[in-house]
């Protein structure tokens, strides 16, 4: 299949997107771009789908195990496949592939199902794609939209990282492919060169799913397993499909694909954040985030003893002098604040030093312009956690209580968790959703909270993305197993808390650990970013931003682990890109604190490691908040992210990472943005400590003008590729002429 001869069989035709199937064995022969065959030798399979016996053990199941094959053409670009007895079980799937009126073609999943076995989920087409990453000498690229996005050009980087593929199953892992979760948008592409390939569920009610890739044998297969609320007898027929269509560019185009479906389709859109009243003035644009812990040395896990900032009232020189030296207002967010233990959910109040204290401290404050912000943990179920400064264990009231009725159970009816149960943090379950203790036990701890004056609870930290966890228990309201019902719980419960919190007059905010996903932007407005985690995986980009940013106001995040990760001593830099990543991607900028009041590299980073240079970094993070506040801000805040004109000499820099890998970064980054008045510009970010001379290739014919500091004054720019020079740590506008 590697030439470009002729194919014999049947061909549905979609623009530049050409599917041929052997009508006789009804398998995938060749799925071509504008020619080119994207299809590896093997070539996929149709459909996979799992099921559960009567005591849940799986069965996995392809449309190679089908006895009976059957193909239809039912008109010019409409095909029926029907596979009947898979594995010689009373089972058939049927399949309606379709071009649609925009040259995509649709794949439309249907089940039949006369076994006693349910069906678990279904992934279709389950294609196999030709490996050969560009970092290998060829020219593939892989998109997935997981952490907010991630490009893969390296497969080793993920072979050889904790961040492995996790496959669809119980227990819930936390981090990966759940969506809605942190995996918030249901799309990916695959490119080579500038052909690619868009697959995407098409799903405006954001049901379950599990959207992932598998790296194997030269070969990428994503995969888009489509969870069925543990469908038993009967038919099943999803009630969205899946498309595939053709494009020709990079990621931004196929997101803009995306984009343009979504803005129209998904039901759970909410106003943009500019236009939505529901939330306080301040969600509109978020303060500088200031992170630090009120107990330990930056350790996450393991026993806390209070530091410095503990008193609370003790921070407040510290924070004094932060907004100081920044020029800006900020928002303190507390980790390590629970009277309970830290990272132990559900319980946190009352807080370390009494509820009083906090009220205070908030007041202290909210009287300086700033706002106060809490971490929580989510919708776990701690029995006992080794932080803090004793045991903290809820065995016997989880037993007197009997607890474990409302926790998520796998298809054996097993009860365990993933989700940050270790043997230094703490250990215990996943509290389902669905259930009545869950909404009870998170509405009464925010309400608590929120009475102390809090403004934002980062309450479901560890629900990445605001997802909910897996569970088939047949006891708890819901059907046996994962599907749509998980997404309407959880909407259920942020209802549930927004509308407590507002009857006790509160306009307490609630976010999550990464970015909400696209079907909780109504109920989350402001999240603590996770694309740090994608540097064991690939290279992040900004993908839910260039969607969504018009929707949601995120912050840089914590950046947990970070130096777990990347090599500090090798790439001493990383600390600046990072902030140039997220002021570029249009994200509020985060610092986290170690003693001392100084800036420190990221959370999870011993207060004994030399922090990075502090002069250099307030000097950098002073501007680019400058920016922010003036120049750009109708741009980065309230914009719609554009594909960036061509960046032309910004040379690609080492990032090392902690085992030697080492991903390439352009020397300047770079993001384009309409404003809300139609307004465009183009920012160009230099984050090392070299002057940098680019040129930004194509910019309007109109001609625009050049921003070279936040309150500096325009300069005509002539011709449509000007050049720049930037100098170490700052940043230029390029502004469309009206």
Not at 202 to 219: C, R, S, V
Request: charged residues 25%; positive net charge.
């Amino acid at each position: 299949m590697s030439g470009k001869g002729p194919l014999y069989g049947a061909r549905l035709r979609g623009g530049d997107l050409v599917l041929t199937l052997d009508p006789k064995t009804v398998r995938m022969l060749s799925l071509r771009v504008a020619g080119e065959e994207f299809l590896s030798p093997g070539g996929g399979a149709l459909c996979r789908l799992q099921l559960l016996n009567a005591v849940g053990n799986p069965r996995r199941l392809s449309d190679s195990d089908a006895r009976n094959r059957k193909f239809m053409k039912m008109a010019r670009d409409t095909w029926r496949i029907r596979l009947e007895r898979l594995a010689d079980l009373d089972l058939a799937v049927e399949l309606m592939l379709h071009v649609d009126a925009t040259g995509a073609i649709q794949w439309r999943a249907g089940v039949e199902n006369r076994t006693r076995e349910r069906l678990e989920w279904i992934d279709f087409p389950s294609l196999s794609l030709r490996g050969d990453f560009v970092a290998q000498g060829g020219r593939a690229r892989l998109f997935w939209p997981g952490n907010e996005g991630c490009l893969i050009e390296d497969p080793a980087i993920r072979q050889g990282s904790w961040f492995r593929y996790n496959a669809p199953q119980y227990p819930s892992p936390g981090l990966g492919g759940a969506y809605p979760g942190p995996c918030p948008m249901q799309f990916m592409a695959y490119f080579r060169a500038k052909l690619g390939l868009y697959i995407a569920a098409h799903d405006p009610d954001g049901h379950t799913k599990h959207i992932e890739f598998d790296l194997a044998h030269a070969t990428v297969r994503p995969e888009f397993a489509h969870f069925t609320a543990g469908h038993g007898a009967g038919r099943l027929k999803l009630p969205y499909p899946m498309v595939l269509r053709a494009f020709k560019g990079d990621w931004y185009d196929a997101a803009t694909l995306y984009r343009d479906w979504s803005l129209r389709h998904l039901k759970t859109l909410p106003a943009t954040v500019r236009a939505n009243q529901r939330f306080p003035a301040w969600v509109a644009e978020p303060p500088l985030v200031v992170i630090y812990p009120v107990t330990g040395r930056g350790s996450h896990s393991g026993p806390t003893r209070p530091n410095e900032y503990f008193p609370l009232k003790r921070a407040l020189p510290a924070l004094d002098g932060l907004a100081a030296r920044l020029d800006t207002k900020l928002m303190a967010l507390l980790m390590h604040w629970e009277g309970t233990a830290p990272w132990a959910p559900p319980y946190t109040w009352p807080p370390r030093g009494g509820a009083k204290a906090m009220e205070r401290f908030a007041g202290e404050l909210q009287r300086r312009g700033h706002k106060l912000g809490l971490y929580c943990s989510g919708t776990g179920w701690t029995q006992f956690a080794n932080t803090g400064s004793g045991r903290y264990n809820r065995e016997r009231e989880f037993a007197k209580r009997k607890l474990a009725r409302f926790m998520c159970r796998g298809p054996r009816h097993e009860m365990v968790s993933r989700n940050c149960n270790t043997d230094d943090l703490r250990w215990g379950y996943d509290i389902c959703a669905a259930t009545r203790f869950a909404r009870e036990v998170m509405r009464a701890e925010a309400l608590k909270i929120a009475a102390a004056g809090v403004d934002y609870i980062q309450l479901f930290d560890q629900n990445l993305g605001g997802g909910g966890m897996l569970c088939y228990s047949d006891v708890h309201g819901h059907p046996p197993g994962p599907g749509p019902w998980q997404r309407r719980a959880m909407s259920r419960m942020f209802a549930d808390i927004l509308r407590a919190l507002r009857r006790a007059g509160r306009e307490t905010v609630l976010g999550c650990e990464g970015t909400a996903a696209e079907t909780f932007l109504g109920e989350l407005p402001v999240n603590d970013l996770r694309w740090n985690f994608n540097f064991e995986i690939g290279t992040p980009v900004p993908a839910f931003s260039y969607v969504y940013h018009e929707y949601v106001r995120n912050f840089q995040g914590n950046q947990c682990i970070i130096l777990d990760t990347l090599d500090e001593k090798r790439s001493p830099l990383n600390f600046f890109y990072r902030l140039a990543y997220s002021f570029a991607a249009g994200d509020a900028l985060t610092v986290i604190l170690k003693d001392g009041g100084e800036i420190h590299w990221g959370w999870c980073v011993s207060w004994d490691l030399r922090p990075p240079p502090q002069i250099a970094a307030c000097a950098f993070i002073r501007d680019l908040l400058e920016w922010r506040r003036e120049a750009a801000r109708d741009y980065l805040v309230d914009g719609l992210m554009l594909k960036p004109f061509d960046l032309q000499g910004a040379t690609l820099e080492p990032i090392y990472l902690r085992r030697g890998d080492a991903l390439r970064i352009p020397a300047v980054l770079t993001s384009r943005w309409r404003s809300p008045s139609g307004g465009e510009a183009q920012i160009c970010v230099n984050w090392t400590d070299r002057p940098r001379r680019v040129r930004v290739r194509g910019v309007w014919a109109e001609g625009c003008a050049l921003r070279r500091a936040p309150r500096a004054a325009v300069s005509k720019v002539r011709g449509r590729s000007p050049i720049l020079d930037l100098p170490p740590f700052a940043a230029a506008l390029l502004e469309k002429t009206p």
